[in-house]
């Protein structure tokens, strides 16, 4: 239970806490399905993530996974808006 108080209070940006966020403000477990034709290869992956994650793009890189085909379906575990700002 600590390490859960920790997580929600821990400042996402300056002063704002994941406890602080209203449920009406937020989704939790927010599944998508995206179309992956044949486009989506650990280099094309890597190459985002040098745009926008910087280190974490080589590890991708080294994932080694055959080019998807068909959809990418999942869940995004929580989407928040605060401020105008999406996190």
């Known amino acids: 239970t600590d390490t859960l108080r920790g997580v929600l209070d821990a400042p996402l940006d300056g002063t ?3 406890r602080d966020v209203p449920r009406a ?4 477990e927010l599944r ?3 179309p992956a034709a044949g486009t989506l290869s650990a280099e094309a992956l890597a190459a985002c993530f ?3 994650a910087g280190d974490y ?19 995004i575990d929580l989407v928040a808006r605060h401020d105008g700002r999406w996190w």
């Not at 403000?25 to 939790?28: C, E, I, L, N």
């Not at 793009?57 to 869940?75: D, N």
């Open 57 to 75: 793009a080589a590890r991708v890189a080294h994932l080694g996974f055959r080019p998807l085909r068909g959809f990418l379906t999942g869940a």
């Open 32 to 34: 998508f399905e995206l």
């Open 16 to 18: 704002l806490r994941l």
């Open 50 to 52: 040098a745009d926008h």
């Open 25 to 28: 403000a937020r989704v939790t």
